[in-house]
C-alpha cells in the first residue's frame, strides 16, 4: 500500500508565496511521473505541473514563470513552489504520483489567496 501526503497550504495574500510537499510512503518499486492539479469551487480539476522521471517539467500557461515543480527522488517527495500569487490561483491543489505503474492522489490542500 501507499500513502500520500500532502502540505503546505494556507492563506496567502495577493502577490504572495506558498510551497507544496506531497511526500509518499509505504512499498515503492518505481516513481514514474509526479504532478499537480487543482480544483477551484465549481470547476474541474485542472493539470498545474507535471515533471517526469527525468526532470522534464510541464506548465499550465496560467502559472507558467509564477510556479516551478521540481522533485526529490530520495525522499519519495514532489514539491510545488507557488509566487506572484493570485486570487484566481486558489483552489485546492492535489499531487498525483504515478508509483508502481498506478496512479495515487493525495488528500487536497486547501490554497486560497486573498487580502
Sequence with gaps: QVQLVES???LVQ???SLRLSCAASGIIFSINAMGWYRQAPGKERELVATITSRGSR????SVKG???ISRD??????YLQMNSLKPEDTAVYYCKLVVNEYNYW???????VSS
Excluded: E, H
Excluded at 73 to 78: D, E, G, R, W
Excluded at 107 to 112: D, E, K
Design 8 to 10: 503546505g497550504g494556507g
Design 14 to 16: 495577493p502577490g504572495g
Design 58 to 61: 510541464n506548465y499550465a500557461d
Design 66 to 68: 509564477r510556479f516551478t
Design 73 to 78: 527522488n530520495a525522499k519519495n517527495t514532489v
Design 106 to 112: 493525495g488528500q487536497g490542500t486547501q490554497v486560497t
